[in-house]
Structure formats: C-alpha cells, structure tokens
C-alpha cells in the first residue's frame, strides 16, 4: 500500500450559499497545510460568548486541493482518511457529494474510486462548520492529518491490526496478532500475512508468515501467536516501544502493510493494591487537557502534540486525560515514546445537549461508529491504559441513562477488551433536576450562573451532594458498567464508596486544582483510588477567565471574564507552556519537589479578600521585581514540604513561618517590598535543608532568544522561547512591552504569544504583549534552508536561525 500525507496544498475560505455566489466575485482563498483551524485567524469580538473565547461562534469555510490521478490507479482501492475535521464535515470529490462525518473528532475514510477521473487532475472539497457546538473552542477545521491510501483490491482493513500481549513474564512474551483482511477483487484471493516484530534498533526479534483465503466481497480475520523472547517493558519510566509490521504478500510482492507500535506492559487491578502496572502500584499523578494548542487553535499539529506532553511530564504529572474529545494520533504517539498514561474520552454530551445545537443531536446515530473510531485508533497504543465514555452526563443519574452506560461500555469491550472502561460522573450533574433546588436555597451562585458557577462557588456543598444516598442510589447501576467509577468533583465519595461497594475502583476524573493538598493524601491513604485528575493541566481557549482571581468588592463576579479574556486561566502550564505557581505547589505535595518555591503575590491584591471560584489559584510568581516603593506590603507564600522556612532580606533574617499552618506546604508570610535579595531557607528540625534565591532585575536590555530545536521538517513547527533580560542575564518581569517578530528563509510566522489570559493583539498576529518578561514565537518550515527569526522591541532586537530540512510524510 502506498500511504502519503495529503496535508499540503490545500486553500481555505469562508463558505457561501451557490445562490449567494450568483454574479459575485470568489471568496478569497487562502494557501494552508492541515492540520489546520480556519477559526482561530477570525477577528474576535465581545459580542461573542466566552465560552468561544469571543471568536464567532457560528462560521462554515470550505477546504479545497486538487491532485493528480493517474491511470493506473483505476485497477486500485483509493480512499482519503481525515483523521478529524471539525465539524458536520461534508466531502465532495469533483463535486460529487463522497460523505460526511458529523463528529468533529472521530476517523472517518472517504471512498474515492466511483468519482475520480482517471489521467487528469481531481478536485477535493471538504466543507466543515462551527454553530454554538461546545462549551469551549473548538475551532473549525481540517484539525487533524489527512492521508491518502492507494493499494490493491485486496488490502488490510483501515485500523484492523491488532496486537496483544495476554501473557507476559521475564522469559517472553506472547504476542497474538489479528488482522483484518478485505477482498475488494472480483474473484477470491489468497494471500501470506507476513508479520515481523522489531525492536527500538529496528532490529527483527520475531516473526511469523502464514496464508488468509478471503472470498470476494467480504472480510477475514488472519490471526497469528508469537512468541517474543525477553521482552522489554513499557512504562511511565522506561517507554521501550518495539513495532509490529504486518504484510500481506502475493507471489513475493508485497500488496499492503500496517506499521503499529507495541509497548508490552501489564494491567492488574483490585481494591487492594488499586491499579498496577508491570506489577507496581502506580498513583495518577494526572492531568485534564483540552485539545486545543493555543495559538495554533484546536489544531493538532505533532510538534504542539508532543511539547505538550514532556512540559506536563517535566511538571510532574504520569497521565491525562483527554478532556472531553477524543486524542489526536500525534498526540497518542508522543504519549507512547514519552511516556506518559492516557484516558481517552469520547463525548461530552450523550442524548442530553448542553449546547444549542451540539453532539446530543447526532448521538442516536453515531454513537456507536464515534466510539468504535476512538477504540481503534487507540487500542495499539501502551499508554492508553483507560477509556472513557463520557464526561458529567446528566442522564447517568436515571435508569434510561444506566442503559446508555451498559451500551457504550459494552461497545467499547467489543473493540477492545484488554484496558479499563470509566466514565467522568459528576453527583450533582447526575441529580442535578433533585438538588437545583436546595442549591437555591443554600447559596445564589445558583441564581447568577448556572450550573458550572454553582460548582465553582459551591465545591463543598457539592462535594457532599456527590456523596449523599440521593447520589448513591441514582449512579449505582451506571457505576456498575464500569471497570473504573470516574468521579467529578466529589472526592468525599471515596470513603463511601469503599464501605458499600467494597469492590469497586475509583479514580479521580476531573478536580479542583487547588484541592491537592487534600485530595493526594485521599489517593495515597485508600488504595481503592487510583489516582486525581486536576482541572486542567494546561491552560486552554474559551471558557474564559473561570480560574481567574476575583475579590469581594469588585464588580466582575460573572463565571465568564470579559472581553478580552481569550483563555480559561486555569491550567498548572499556561497556553505557552511557562509553569505558573500551582504547578510548583501540586510537584511539592506530590512529594517530586523539595526545592522551596518562592510565590510572591502581586502586591495590587494585598489585603483584599478573594471571592474566587474552585478553579482559581492566588496571583503569585517567583519574582522579586516590582513597580512599587520600597516599604509597599507584599504576601510571600513559600511552597515547602518542609517543617518551617526563613525568610532572608537582604541579609536580614525577617524569620520564620511554620509550613502548613493555614494550608499544608505553604508558609505564609506579610513583609514590606525592598528590592535586592529574598532567600527563602527550608527548614527540617532546625536544620537546612534547601533554599531559593529571588533577585531583584535591572532594566530589560535585551532580548533572549531560545528555539526548542535547531532543526526542523518542511511543514514542521518550532517554538521559540523569547524573555526580556537585564544586563546580567535575569529575566525582567516587571518591564512588559511589545514585541513585534518576522521571518525570512523558507518559513512562515503562525504567532507571536504570552501566557497572557486577556491578550491585546489577535493570536495569530506578528505582534503581542509580553506576559511577566515572557513570550513565544512559532514558526513553520515552509520549505528546505535556513529560517531567520528576527524579534524586535523598540531599541531591543535579537535574531536566531533555524534549520529546515526534508519534508514530512
């Protein structure tokens, strides 16, 4: 089979009605390489809802290519596989309607043969909309890759090789391989399965060839047991990948082949020793992210894919979960070689909506096809360890959604029996019509923003609702189809659950962030639970401002922030990746950091009370360098998990603070801003046992430039890490300014961004403000040589080159 990328030469523009077209000129078309959000370029505005992040919330474009079709491929199997296109995506092949998808997220392969033309050039146009969908951005696009297959009649079936490993020990492996072979010839066929296994070198370790008759028309199953000798695990810490190559072969030519990875780990599970992997427990130090990369928008570009991933690792956490949509394949991949667990989830509505015109609408239907897409995309890979059927989906909590439970989770086994089914409930969504009520009544939260300001303002109340008999009784049955009972923000359910279901599994599926000092030793105490999944990992686009710092007095109380708020301001990483300070707090209390973490807060929110939601986290950085005067009082919080922490000013011990007086490893302290030095001393019986040091910067006299890669594929992105710095090389936090970058080589700019969560300049602009000394630059190769990426900041400019090479694909 030859397999080619089908990302590059694509135009979009907006999609107008054929009647509106009559005497007008075309919409303007713009060059683009998928994956690709169309969205994310559109001009915002604040008559748009923030749950979009204030992009338009309705929009349709169009996506065009035209490619060469050569004779010789009237005798072959030719289909397009997208890999997501978001969303009611509709594909016409020369202006012939070929299919459509409605999920934005799923899979979906478009047979070409009836309407290509043969010797001459061929036209594909995929048209893909946005219309008040989701409760987030989602951006409108080809997202994800698109690939065009052309091989023989008689040829695997797309995603239907399969390997298992259903027995492992340290003398070897076994290996069962199936793999789905379809007849698409006139007459029947037999052919070999070759299947060679390689391990990370390349190098053959084992194989097996043995022949499939499959009769015209139909498909066959050719299953396969190897036996691979001393295999190599796979896990968090040692991500060994081998491959398995599977061909079929006639008369010593090869017709087709599948290339998937194998990782060989095994999963145990009991309320006793909760989940073990290779035989070690292991606790889910975990993540909720969204699928979209920030700038780039909900595309799903490898290079974004893979960042995200190590930052995370680098962060602390071993796992995450794909909230509410289905991963990407590069994003799965990076997973695997990184090493890094997954739960991949595949709706967030079901029959329900929760958005005007949303998935609830096509669920009916699709549900089963979106589901089994997910399961085979995923079932090759190691790190996927969970799959997760959904997220706060209020009919959990009634019997006709226990029904739904059973079918979703059943469909999954079918497709693949060898990992855990979960489901993300949340109690007080499942009982929300019971408890809406008696929310009322106990706080207005209730009265001012619905149901997820309810949750944000009342966690506690909810909490306790999630854990109530009301709840117990209603999620029982849901629960039971279930490997893994996902909870929602209810976290005082884990002790009840572990005395009246003795045997059930519990894992933490999405929290408070702030909540870990309390929430980790639950998962360390009961061994039932097997882990805590934080919301969110990484910061994201649309609802936005949900975790941003409110205090009493002010008139912003709302759940969504103004315009311009473009960002959630939620995520332990911010959308360029810059680790704020509750990712500094989670890595001390999960034990991984024993280096103070030196918070300072903004001294404009001295003395004021918060009034903020679950998901807000005080507005402090490591930063010793502020426009205020000398004597301005400032709150310091150190994060230690040791027993006190010394405060050193300038030489001058100012003393010390017992660590987790108010709040555990936090020492607190109120002190009077000098500029200088600030050691915070972490102290265990007296003694030393680490310390950190802030210095106050100089003015910013340069621009520091660091590319995350000097090289590059044509098509491929790379990041640039900018900082504002002093003559001595410390970033300058306190001297914000614009930023403005351009290119020149064969590259192009995608964006110049901070962390800001309520940016001045559109996204994809060569422009921005930086966010505390900080930015980044994002660049794609757009040909083979030397990318120059030139920054300038008034009497500030820097330049740094990167290396372009061949292309993807």
Excluded at 252 to 266: E, K, M, Q, Y
Excluded at 592 to 605: C, G, N, Q, S
Excluded at 666 to 688: H, K, Q, R, T, W
Excluded at 728 to 749: F, H, Q, Y
Aim: hydrophobic letters at 40%; aromatic letters at 8%.
């Amino acid at each position: 089979m030859t397999t080619t990328s089908f990302n590059s030469g694509w135009t979009v523009r907006p999609k107008t009605s054929i009647f509106e077209q009559i005497g007008q000129a075309p919409s303007s078309e713009t060059r683009v390489t998928v994956p690709h959000d169309a969205l994310i370029t559109q001009e915002r505005g604040e008559g748009h809802s923030g749950k979009t992040a204030y992009f338009p919330p309705t929009a349709t474009f169009e996506y065009i290519k035209s490619f060469p079709v050569h004779k010789e491929m009237r005798d072959r199997a030719v289909w397009l596989e997208f890999q997501g296109a978001y969303r009611d995506a509709v594909v016409y092949v020369n202006d012939e309607f070929a299919g459509h998808r409605p999920y934005g997220y799923s899979i979906f392969h478009i047979p070409l043969h009836d309407h290509l033309r043969f010797g001459q050039d061929n036209t594909v146009r995929v048209e893909v909309r946005g219309h008040e969908d989701s409760r987030w951005y989602t951006g409108v696009g080809l997202l994800r890759d698109v690939l065009l297959h052309d091989t023989d009649p008689l040829h695997l079936v797309p995603y239907g090789v399969h390997v298992t490993h259903p027995d492992v020990d340290e003398e070897r492996a076994v290996l069962e391989v199936a793999a789905a072979v379809v007849n698409e010839r006139r007459h029947r066929g037999t052919v070999r399965v070759r299947t060679e296994v390689r391990d990370a070198d390349g190098v053959v370790v084992t194989s097996q060839e043995s022949p499939v008759t499959v009769p015209s028309g139909e498909e066959a199953v050719a299953r396969q047991r190897l036996y691979l000798p001393a295999p190599r695990l796979w896990s968090v810490d040692d991500p060994y990948l081998y491959s398995v190559e599977v061909q079929l072969v006639d008369d010593g030519v090869a017709l087709d082949s599948v290339t998937v990875p194998l990782g060989i780990r095994t999963i145990r599970l009991d309320p006793q020793h909760g989940l073990r992997i290779n035989g070690h427990t292991v606790k889910l130090r975990g993540a909720c992210v969204h699928h979209d990369n920030g700038a780039l928008g909900g595309a799903s570009v490898p290079e974004a894919e893979e960042r995200r991933v190590r930052l995370l690792k680098d962060a602390g956490f071993n796992a995450i979960r794909a909230a509410h949509t289905p991963l990407s394949i590069a994003a799965l991949d990076a997973c695997d070689r990184l090493g890094m667990l997954v739960m991949d989830e595949s709706f967030d509505v079901w029959t329900v909506g929760k958005s005007s015109f949303d998935y609830s609408l096509d669920f009916p239907e699709w549900w089963a096809r979106d589901i089994e897409s997910m399961v085979l995309k995923d079932r090759n890979h190691p790190s996927v360890i969970f799959y997760s059927i959904g997220n706060e989906i209020p009919e959990t909590g009634n019997p006709g959604g226990a029904v739904w439970s059973r079918r979703l989770a059943d469909e999954v086994r079918r497709h693949d029996s060898t990992r855990l089914v979960t489901n993300g409930v949340n109690g007080f969504v499942a009982a929300l019509t019971d408890v809406m009520g008696m929310m009322s009544q106990a706080t207005s939260a209730g009265e001012s923003g619905g149901v997820n300001d309810a949750m944000g303002s009342a966690g506690d109340m909810m909490n306790q609702i999630s854990a109530s008999e009301l709840v117990t009784a209603k999620t029982e049955e849901a629960f039971a189809a279930l490997d893994v009972a996902g909870v929602n923000y209810g976290e005082a359910r884990y002790a009840v659950d572990r005395e009246l279901f003795p045997h059930r599994l519990v894992v933490g599926t999405e929290t408070f962030p702030g909540h870990i000092d309390v929430l980790w030793p639950l998962v360390e105490a009961n061994p039932h639970v097997l882990g805590d999944f934080t919301w969110a990992g990484w910061d994201y686009l649309g609802e936005v401002g949900v975790g941003r710092p409110r205090y009493l007095g002010e008139e912003d109380q709302q759940f969504e922030a103004p315009y311009p708020w473009i960002s959630a301001w939620v995520g332990d990483l911010d959308m360029t990746g810059w680790r704020r300070a509750i990712s500094f707090y989670r890595e001390t209390v999960f034990g991984l950091r024993h280096e103070p973490y030196v918070a300072v807060h903004r001294p404009a929110t001295y003395g004021r009370t918060p009034s903020s939601s679950g998901w807000a986290w005080p507005d402090a950085i490591a930063s010793w360098s502020w426009d205020v005067n000398a004597g301005t009082p400032i709150r310091v919080d150190v994060y230690s998990d040791a027993e006190e922490v010394e405060l050193i000013l300038n030489g001058r011990k100012l003393g010390r603070a017992p660590v987790g007086a108010s709040k555990a490893c936090i020492a607190e302290f109120d002190l009077a801003y000098e500029p200088g030095e600030l050691i915070a001393v972490a102290l265990v019986e007296g003694a030393e046992q680490s310390r950190t040091t802030l210095l106050t910067s100089g003015e910013a006299r340069a621009i520091a430039l660091a590319p995350e890669t000097t090289s590059l594929k044509v098509d491929g992105v790379a990041f640039v890490e900018l900082k504002l710095v002093d003559e001595d090389g410390r970033t300058v936090t306190n001297g914000d300014r614009a930023v403005t970058a351009s290119i020149s080589g064969p590259g192009e700019l995608v964006g110049v961004v901070s962390g800001r969560p309520d940016p001045e300049h559109p996204f994809t602009d060569a422009t921005c403000r930086t966010f505390d000394g900080r930015a980044l630059v994002i660049v794609r190769a757009t040909g083979i040589g030397q990318i120059a990426v030139s920054v300038d900041a008034g009497p500030m400019n820097a330049e740094t080159v990167i290396s372009a090479g061949s292309a993807n694909g």
